[in-house]
């Protein structure tokens, strides 16, 4: 049956829910404040990553986090007036750090990420933007001896999920990636893994076909709800009040505030990441780079080689510190000899992320018309195309594809 629904987002997660749902014949709206993909999702570090199964949340990464913060080039910085608002998220995320609790995560992020590629192609095909994508291959590289492939625990886990990895030396890795400097002593390769050359340009064209086929796209800011006997019966903008029938949270680091608007209060936070990209480098690495000392990324990208990653908690609203995107390049010089920054550009974006590192993909636990879709933290762009088959499969109210308990909203109640 066709339905009418009004998606409040056009990330890569709105994006791609609204390109599946009407692929299913519904007639779909959705609303943003802003351009599509110009959210978090623009400025992301544009890895594709099916065999990326290890969760932020890890056994002894709390015994880091003293060390994180004072370093003021380290990897995680918590602005102090923010510190009272954080730390029941930072408890939810300890407590999340078991080794069990870490390897049903990896289990629930597997199934989201491993069928990337294949979960995008009828959309990107459709889209005509099938060259966005690149099966690069990715390497992991430390400077430390053995030091790319991380902990035992790491290690179980991508075998039990049946990832295929490569250790190197340094000296391999070289061979493999002749931009690599020295200091490299050991790196992980992941062949099957890799990225998007424009992460926004993929949300503008499957944004672009969408409306081609009927859909439609308004440039809103929702504020509110207005709420009938079966649940919300309009959305209330910036242009006024719009009748919406079924509903969908795509709305990246602000869902939080929308979903308790109709009734659910959920632990999402904003994990501010940052990038520096360099349109000239000097050197152009031709694989996506992950720093397993530095937690940080380099990728080749349209505009140059962009540079991602660090988590700051100082909520949605503080303005950028983009001394934490410059910090990047002070890590990426180490890494890549003859790194040049004339003419960078810098960003700030914010991860929605749960303490957990898993996103909500469910139904509103008090409306039925109403659905969740967000929360994917680190890896958005990778979960993007099954988080929008679930969808379609909840909507239309097909058995899932994939057993959606991980992802359900009442594993926070
Ligand atoms: C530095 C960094 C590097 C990253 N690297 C990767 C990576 O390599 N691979 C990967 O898979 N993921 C990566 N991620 C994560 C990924 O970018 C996010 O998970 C993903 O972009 C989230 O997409 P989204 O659609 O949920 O949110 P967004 O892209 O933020 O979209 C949400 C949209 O909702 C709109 N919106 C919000 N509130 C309202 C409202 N009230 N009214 C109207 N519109 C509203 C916003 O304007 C926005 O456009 C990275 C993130 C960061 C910060």
Known sequence: MQKNITIVGAGIIGMVCANYLQRDGHKVTVIDSRGPGEGCTA??????????????????????????????????????????????????????????????????????HAPVFDAYAPLL??????????????????????????SPLTTEMREAAGVHTQLLSGAAARELEP???????????????????????????LAEHFQRSGGTVLRRNVTGFETGEHGPCSVITDGGARPVETLLIAAGAWSGRLAAQLGTSLPLEAERGYHLTL???????????????????TTPVQAGLRMAGTTEFAGLDAPPDYRRARMLFTHAQRMLPGLRDSGATQWMGARPSFP?????????????????AFGHSHFGLTAAPVTGRLIADLVSGRKPSIDITPYQARRFS
Not at 126 to 146: I, P
Not at 181 to 202: C, D, M, Q, V
Not at 288 to 294: M, V
């Open 43 to 112: 400025g992301n570090a544009a890895l594709l990553s099916p065999d990326a199964v290890i969760p932020p949340a890890m056994p002894g990464n709390w015994r880091k986090i003293p060390g994180w913060i004072l370093d003021p080039l380290g990897p995680l910085a918590i602005r102090w007036n923010y510190v009272p608002r954080i730390t029941p998220w930072l408890a939810g995320w300890l407590r999340a750090c078991s080794a069990d609790r870490a390897r049903a995560v990896a289990r629930g992020l597997r199934a989201l």
């Open 125 to 150: 095909k459709d889209a005509g933007a099938t060259h966005l994508l690149q099966r690069s291959g990715q390497l992991y590289v430390s400077e430390l001896n053995g030091g790319a492939s991380g």
């Open 179 to 205: 931009a690599l400097g020295e200091n490299i002593k050991s790196a992980l390769y992941f062949p099957n893994n890799g990225h998007t050359i424009n992460s926004l340009r993929l949300v503008q064209m």
């Open 279 to 297: 349109p000239d480098p000097g050197v152009m690495p031709r694989l996506p780079l992950i720093h397993r000392d530095f937690y940080f990324t």
């Open 356 to 372: 957990d590192g898993l996103p909500v993909i469910d139904r509103s636990p008090l409306h039925a018309d109403v659905f969740f």
